[in-house]
């Protein structure tokens, strides 16, 4: 479980930022910034039956454009990590795509998969795999000879290897690379949201705009910021226990 | 019985062939503990890995019992200086692993369950590796060798990170271990004095690209007070001499 440090950094930081923005509402009395305690009444208000669908559409492909990444991710980089020869044709393609700003690519993908689904996952997916597969690389790189050697000796095969040694090992590292690509992603979905689409949080946010309701749009602010702040702290509870041993 | 016959081993770096091991001949009977003390880069690992059937490019015949060396089949427990635990396991999962990588059972039964008293890290078992003394992680390292009942004993220098007090507790607790189990030992080591309490015979090498200099028979071994008597100065003498010469 976390520790009370961080609940306790959580909760200061969401006061902080409900006290700017209470003052914020008061000094300037503008409509652009309306009270929380009205953003949370409209909120609570509204949520069942005009934003939870919405936000269930941004959970599914933030999710699915995760779990995608891992599942793809993490046996390349394992086998980079684990097979010379794989990682000597793949990580040249690797190290030239991972800097590109991914969101340059945007345009290209959406002429090849239209504004669709499939261009909203394949986004996240893009964001989020090059880091997974490097760290899974390195984690497999940075096992010491030894532990392979005392498994070879018992007999072991690659499929005990890659059990017994590799996935252990690099789990942990995994899903701290996940938690850290996690930021991004959130904020390119709620990109991708903005257009092809009539759900998910970025729609809702951008329709509230457009329709000049401000109570609407700051409460799907709050819930989009809440929701990569429950993603995040689900991935930072598993990290923890898988790397108890740490 | 071990027998190697003109075992010739080379690394290879790009093509450059670095030579490691030159013409070792040696027979080692069953149930004898032999102990191997060379300069620090002779080969000595090298040997061992040979042994165990990590390291598989040879030149020369290498037989257990007969056959070629095969760690699938044979009963190998492998013991090195970094004790090769692994990290994400606790204490009692490390010690299955030989057995549930051979297959054999999936708990531990009262032959274990006395070796870990004996080895005083019954109380243990739920501990993760970083949170044991370096003595307690080599004694797990030592308990899943046993557990195996192997055929073959492979040790690398596996006291040598420990300090003195430690070293002679362990070696004494091995000792004893090894005297109930009877079983076919290679014990590498650079102290003399650990050669000399350990090894019913003492194989000396010479350095870099190691050959065999001498195999003497060690009237020191399970002398009672060992360390006072006048024949473990001559030994230790002796041995000096011979790796001093080269
Ligand atoms: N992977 C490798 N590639 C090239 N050379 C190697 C490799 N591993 C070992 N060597 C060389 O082979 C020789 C024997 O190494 P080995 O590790 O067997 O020595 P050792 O007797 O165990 O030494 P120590 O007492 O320091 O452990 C050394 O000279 C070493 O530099
Ligand atoms: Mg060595």
Known sequence: ?246 | MIEVKDLTVHYYREKEAIPALRQVNINIGTGDIYTFIGPSGCGKSTFLYVLSGILKDYEGSVRIDGRPVDPKSQRIGLILQNYGLLPWKNVYANTMLGLKIKNDQKFLDDHCHALLKQLGIDHLLDRFPKELSGGQQQRVAIARAFMLKPDLLLMDEPFSALDAITREELQEVFLNLWKENNVTTVFITHSVDEALYLGSKIVVFSPSPGRILDVLDNPCFQMENLRSSEKYYDMSMRIRKILNKG
């Open chain 1, 1 to 246: 479980m976390l520790s009370n440090r961080f609940w306790r950094g959580a909760t200061y930081g969401l006061l902080l930022v409900i006290i700017i923005w209470q003052a914020l509402a008061w000094l300037l009395k503008i409509p652009i910034i309306p009270p929380p305690l009205a953003v949370l009444t409209n909120l609570i208000e509204i949520f069942a039956d005009k934003m939870g669908l919405h936000l269930l559409y941004s959970l599914g492909r933030i999710i699915a454009g995760i779990s995608i990444a891992i599942l793809i991710g993490v046996p390349t980089g394992l086998l980079m990590g684990y097979f010379e020869r794989i990682d000597k044709v793949l990580s040249p393609l690797v190290y030239f795509t991972y800097p590109i700003p991914k969101i340059a690519l945007l345009p290209i993908i959406m002429l090849l998969f239209g504004l669709g689904e499939g261009s909203k996952l394949i986004m996240i997916v893009l964001i989020v795999i090059f880091q997974i597969i490097i760290t899974s690389r390195d984690a497999v790189k940075a096992i010491p000879q030894d532990i392979f050697r005392s498994l070879q000796s018992l007999g072991a095969g690659r499929l005990q290897m890659f059990t017994e040694i590799i996935i252990p090992a690099s789990l942990a590292d995994v899903l701290t690379a996940t938690r850290l690509a996690l930021g991004t992603a959130v904020s390119i979905l709620f990109f991708t949201e903005t257009f092809g689409t009539e759900y998910g949080m970025g729609y809702f946010i951008m329709d509230a705009w457009m329709r000049v309701n401000y109570l609407d749009m700051y409460g799907g602010i709050v819930i989009l910021s809440l929701m990569g702040f429950v993603l995040f702290t689900v991935i930072d509870i598993t990290e923890k226990r898988v790397s108890a041993w740490r």
